[in-house]
């Protein structure tokens, strides 16, 4: 059983628009402009929408595995070590 309090955040965003923001612990919770089309594609990777606790956490491969359906960039272990991230905080109004 997952004991996990849920402290991460998956983020979509593009050009200035919030498409969908969640805890990939808890998938349910979402906001954003694109919540009716995302639960299908959800389940079919993977995330838990069940009442109670799934036997095994799979939120951080899970988000991954979303992340690369929507960008249609694979993520590999070597990605983050190859990779050159720029991020930004910007304040959305």
Not at 45 to 54: K, L, M, N
Not at 59 to 78: K, Q
């Amino acid at each position: 059983m997952s004991t996990s309090t849920g402290v991460g955040a998956f983020l979509w965003a593009e050009d200035q628009v919030l498409w969908c923001c969640f805890d990939p612990l808890f998938p349910k919770d979402r906001w954003g402009t694109v919540l009716d089309e995302l639960p299908d594609i959800m389940r079919r990777i993977g995330f838990h929408f069940g009442e109670a606790a799934p036997e095994t956490d799979l939120s951080s491969p899970t988000a991954f595995a979303l992340a690369e359906h929507l960008t249609d960039i694979a993520s590999t272990p070597a990605s983050p070590r190859d990779s050159t991230l720029t991020c930004v905080t910007v304040q959305v109004r």
